[in-house]
């Protein structure tokens, strides 16, 4: 299957999964995607429960509070429908990411390769100022730091990011103004 098919059964696979209610349809689903991960299975499962664990967290406990606030009763078949979805979808997206070239996917489309290029170079950039984060606060450290000393760090390196990205907005915003886009 060309890498332009394989985007194309990603997306068919992505709706499919979105319409589906029944939480049985949803576990059988999850299986076959668990059974085309093959030998990676194990590994792409947790990479999707890591990503999905605080949306997923945060929304079913919220929903769970308000659901027994209002009635006093648990939406299990909610809470497995929903999770089960999104643990599907970001499966899908994880095998999608490792088995498919996304530049000769989107190879048919200019503008879409250029904003591939602009995402993975935006990405890359992101993960060398995280890493030097990281090595800043190793090199400032005597021994590994604890618990709290990591979450301060990772609280300065998420205000720097936000500080960063404001300012860059800041400046594309002027120079979209210099060439008339707006006023």
């Avoid at 021994?143 to 500080?163: F, K, N, Q, S, V």
Wanted: hydrophobic residues 55%.
């Amino acid at each position: 299957m060309s890498e332009r098919g394989k985007l194309a059964a990603w997306l068919l696979a992505l709706v499919t999964v979105s319409w589906l209610t029944a939480p049985l349809w949803l576990a059988s689903g999850l299986l076959a995607v668990l059974l085309l991960c093959g030998r990676d299975a194990i590994r792409l499962l947790r990479r999707a429960l890591l990503a999905t664990a605080a949306f997923s967290g945060t929304v079913s406990l919220a929903y769970v509070g308000y659901f027994w606030w209002q009635s006093r009763a648990l939406p299990l078949d909610w809470l497995l429908t929903v999770n089960l979805r999104v643990l599907s979808m970001a499966l899908l997206t994880f095998l999608f990411i490792e088995r498919v070239n996304l530049f000769q996917a989107l190879a048919f489309s200019r503008r879409l390769s250029f904003l591939l290029v602009l995402a993975v170079s935006q990405s890359l950039g992101l993960k060398r100022t995280l890493a030097e984060f990281r090595l800043g606060l190793q090199s400032r450290s005597p021994r590994p730091a604890g618990l709290r000393a990591r979450y301060r760090a990772a609280a300065h390196a998420a205000a720097w990011l936000l500080d960063r990205a404001l300012a860059n907005a800041h400046e594309s915003a002027q120079a979209m103004q210099s060439r008339g886009m707006f006023r």
